[in-house]
C-alpha cells in the first residue's frame, strides 16, 4: 500500500499540493512567531521605563497574542489533518477497489500489507505494480 501510494501519480500530486500548504503555513506562523519573540523583547527593554500599570497591559497583550499563536497553530495542524484524510481517502478507496479486482484476477485469497515484519515476500507475488497499472487504466 505505501509504494502504490508513493508511485501512484495522483498520490503524488495531493502529496506534493499538501507539501506546499504546509510550506506556506509555515512560513506565515514563523512570522507571527517572530512577531511574538519582537514584542517579548520589546516589553522586557521597556520594564524600566514603564508604569506598572503599563507594564500590565504589556504583558496581558503579549498573553493574547501568545495564547491566539498557539490555537492558530493547533487549528492549522488541525485543518491540514483535515485536508489531507480529505484528499486521500477516495484515492485510498480506489487503491482497496484495485487490491480486490487485482487480486480477484489472479485467484489470490489473501492480501498482505508488506510489513517489516515478514521476514519474505517472493517476488512473483508482490502485486503492486499491477495494482498501480490496473489504476492507471480503470481511473
Given at each position: 500500500m505505501e509504494k502504490i501510494m508513493k508511485t501512484l501519480p495522483r498520490a503524488v500530486k495531493i502529496r506534493a499540493d499538501i507539501e506546499s500548504d504546509y510550506k506556506k503555513k509555515k512560513t506565515e506562523l514563523e512570522k507571527a512567531e517572530d512577531d511574538l519573540?519582537?514584542?517579548?523583547?520589546?516589553?522586557?527593554k521597556k520594564k524600566a521605563?514603564?508604569?506598572?500599570?503599563?507594564?500590565?497591559r504589556k504583558q496581558e497583550e503579549f498573553q493574547k497574542r501568545l495564547m491566539e499563536f498557539r490555537e492558530q497553530v493547533t487549528k492549522s495542524?488541525?485543518?491540514l489533518q483535515k485536508k489531507q484524510?480529505?484528499?486521500?481517502s477516495p484515492v485510498l478507496?480506489?487503491?482497496?477497489?484495485?487490491?480486490?479486482?487485482v487480486a480477484a484476477e489472479r485467484g489470490y485469497g489473501l492480501v498482505l500489507n508488506q510489513q517489516p515484519d515478514l521476514l519474505y515476500v517472493g517476488s512473483?507475488?508482490?502485486?503492486?505494480?499491477?495494482?498501480?497499472?490496473?489504476?492507471?487504466?480503470k481511473h
Open positions: 519573540r519582537t514584542l517579548e523583547k520589546d516589553l522586557e521605563v514603564l508604569s506598572e500599570e503599563a507594564i500590565k495542524q488541525t485543518d484524510n480529505d484528499l486521500f478507496e480506489q487503491i482497496k477497489k484495485a487490491i480486490t479486482e512473483s507475488t508482490d502485486m503492486t505494480s499491477e495494482v498501480v497499472k490496473h489504476m492507471d487504466q
